[in-house]
């Protein structure tokens, strides 16, 4: 797991599947969330974390109005996205389908 740190977006997704965690330290379903993802033991994903307080500019380009957001890239391209809390088996369910995605 990769916390975003104002490097270039567009690079850090555009090979392979990345989930972009968008979240806030006060958050309390992001911590829960964030636990969820510490879980996810899967050398095919990378995970980033994006804190919306420290970049409100990514944040407001995805247009991510709640929190806990879920956005899911395959190669670049935006897949999939999920807002608020999801457990780890409904997360292992989407990491499947956008693995088995061509």
């Known amino acids: 797991m990769t916390y975003y740190k104002g490097e270039n977006f567009d690079e850090l997704v555009k090979s392979g599947i990345t989930l972009v965690d968008f979240y ?4 309390g379903p992001c911590k829960m969330l964030g636990s969820v993802l510490e879980t996810i033991d899967d050398n095919d994903i990378k995970i980033l974390k ?3 307080d420290e970049y409100s500019d990514l944040a407001n380009r995805f247009r991510i109005m709640s929190i806990p957001h879920l956005i899911f ?6 897949i999939f996205s999920s807002v608020g809390f999801i457990d780890k088996s409904m ?3 989407k990491i499947s389908e956008v693995k088995s995605l061509k």
Request: proline share 0%; with cysteine.
């Open 91 to 93: 997360l292992e369910e």
């Open 24 to 27: 806030a330290d006060w958050c």
């Open 50 to 52: 994006v804190n919306v």
């Open 73 to 78: 890239f395959k190669d670049g391209k935006e």
